[in-house]
């Protein structure tokens, strides 16, 4: 099961140096993999060949339908911690979808994906041609609905107050997460005792076993 399979092929090899700690991809919207599996190719960053696949959906009221996906995969033969691919929706499910959006701790987004590396300007290029977005501030690449952000284990260190693991050339250590409200979401991860902390206006939930990520959850009016 998975020949072929460019993800489950990738992150089997994540999960060979890493164990089940983190995420091993970060996924982009696009409107045509095909021209993204071709730019990936042309810049020598293609992690494989593409994937098409589709599985059966069906929402709370017992509605079904199809979901379909084509995906093409970017990666650096340097970076085995990381990759990256681009997911175009072939056919969307025409059924409700809200329970599934719906989150006790307030989430409504992603606001910023962090990747740590010892070297964050040598990623910039496969971050860029992977987006297909130029990095709009140093080692920072807007995106249409968030930021991914390259530090190293210092600066990541210090931003968060939350150890970034071991060296990587890239590696994907944090999700940052809009919320309501703040206080909300303390109230419930203390009811949960869950262990957290506050970093300026974020509350940073560091990495514990079988997460390996900081999720950290910003309040965004």
């Given at each position: 099961m998975g020949e072929g399979n460019v993800f489950v092929a990738r992150d089997r090899l994540y999960r060979s140096r890493l164990d089940d700690e983190g995420f091993s991809a970060v996924v982009f919207g696009t409107a045509d993999a095909d021209a993204d599996h071709a730019r990936y190719v042309e810049a020598g960053l293609s992690a494989g060949n593409m994937l098409s696949f589709s599985r059966a959906f069906t929402d709370t009221t017992g509605?079904?339908?199809?979901?379909?996906?084509?995906?093409?995969?970017?990666?650096?033969?340097?970076?085995p911690d990381a990759f990256l691919f681009a997911c175009q929706r072939i056919n969307a499910p025409q059924i409700d979808r809200t329970a599934l959006q719906a989150h006790a701790n307030g989430v409504t987004g992603i606001v910023e994906i962090v990747a740590v590396s010892d070297e964050p300007s040598s990623q910039r290029g496969l971050i860029s041609i992977a987006a297909g977005q130029d990095a709009s501030d140093g080692d920072r690449t807007d995106l249409p609905n968030a930021t991914l952000a390259v530090l190293t284990p210092d600066a990541f260190a210090a931003r968060f107050g939350a150890s970034a693991r071991q060296p990587s050339d890239l590696r994907f250590a944090a999700v940052i997460f809009a919320v309501r409200s703040v206080a909300a979401a303390?109230?419930?991860?203390?009811?949960?005792?869950?262990?957290?902390?506050?970093s300026d206006d974020d509350v940073v939930v560091p990495p514990a076993p079988g997460q390996g990520a900081a999720f950290i959850f910003r309040e965004i009016p």
């Open positions: 509605k079904s339908d199809t979901a379909s996906f084509k995906l093409a995969f970017a990666a650096d033969r340097k970076a303390t109230q419930l991860l203390a009811a949960n005792a869950i262990e957290h902390n506050m």
